[in-house]
């Protein structure tokens, strides 16, 4: 087993059996019939979600990861029994690891101008951001982390080391969220619906202008889902400042309306490294607006 660092201090809030689990059971290598490749050769199993690692990742951080993901599934077991039917998995890549380097992403190219998952300034500056930069420099420099069904977490990410690019958020959070809308779309349709209202209701009352949030209903959706677990840094739209669960439900009562649907009384994930950490709020002035200026 990993030697347990200092910054896993976010693990004491873990519920007292899922603390027995994690630090009864180490991490072995992914069961032969997964079909999992030999690249990954560390596994832990998040409510039957494989939660797997190269050797070059410490032992904590898929502990972490593991409670993460269970507690985000624990008000709707339908949705775990989806994920697991569809074949989703976890891998946390070292911090001296990338994208690229794991072999279902080795393949992987750069967006077209066209991609509908492009922000509005990636857009705008394509070719500076994107078109010159080769597949695996553009990757490299995109992500720390991706949803679906192989979905990407990082080391720094979930142990929240202040290497990490997103420090003050949990980009897991984000990206196993899409994963839970995903399974949503799938066997819940009607609530489903009512995520899409919401958004489409947002997007007309010029909710999260600019944000990322606006980007897709995915990404409203995920986005909402850290506010929801208070593991995201400050979003501001014109003054209005949105931190937690309460400024969510006065802002935009209908996502926070779906959001409940699939969470319930879950408000705190055990292991989140940035549950109303202070570095959720940056230093100096509060600005009015928090998107991004492009």
């Avoid at 750069?110 to 078109?131: Q, S």
């Avoid at 690019?165 to 949990?170: F, N, Q, S």
């Avoid at 899409?178 to 009352?205: C, G, K, R, S, W």
């Avoid at 889902?225 to 009562?253: H, K």
Wanted: glycine share 6%; charged share 20%.
């Amino acid at each position: 087993m990993a030697k347990v660092r200092p910054h896993l201090a976010g693990l004491a809030i873990l519920s007292s059996a899922a603390l027995t689990a994690c630090t009864t059971v180490t991490a072995v290598p992914p069961p032969p019939e997964l079909g999992i490749p030999a690249f990954y050769t560390q596994y832990r199993d998040a409510d039957g979600i494989p939660v797997v690692s190269s050797s070059a990742v410490p032992e904590d951080a898929l502990l972490a990861a593991e409670a993460m993901i269970e507690d985000m599934l624990a008000y709707r077991p339908d949705l775990a029994t989806w994920l697991q039917r569809e074949g989703y998995r976890v891998a946390i890549i070292a911090e001296d690891e990338a994208l690229l380097d794991l072999p279902e992403n080795a393949h992987w190219t750069k967006p077209a101008p066209d991609d509908p998952r492009l922000t509005r300034c990636e857009k705008k500056h394509y070719e500076e951001r994107i078109g010159r930069l080769t597949d695996r420099a553009y990757w490299d420099a995109r992500a720390r982390g991706i949803g679906g069904q192989h979905t990407v977490g990082s080391e720094e990410d979930v142990l929240g080391l202040t290497s990490s690019r997103y420090y003050g958020e949990t980009i897991l959070v984000h990206e196993f969220a899409h994963n839970i809308l995903f399974a949503i779309q799938a066997v819940d349709p009607a609530l489903y619906t009512q995520v899409e209202a919401a958004y489409a209701n947002a997007l007309a009352n010029d909710l999260w202008l600019n944000e990322y949030a606006t980007t897709t209903v995915q990404e409203y959706w995920a986005e909402g889902s850290q506010i929801w677990f208070e593991s995201n840094r400050l979003t501001v739209v014109d003054g209005t400042r949105i931190l937690n669960r309460e400024d969510l439900a006065s802002y935009d009562p209908a996502l926070y309306a779906v959001l409940a649907r699939a969470y319930g009384d879950v408000t705190r994930l055990a292991g989140d490294p940035f549950y109303r950490h202070p570095a959720r709020v940056p230093p100096g002035p509060i600005p009015e607006n928090t998107a991004e200026v492009c």
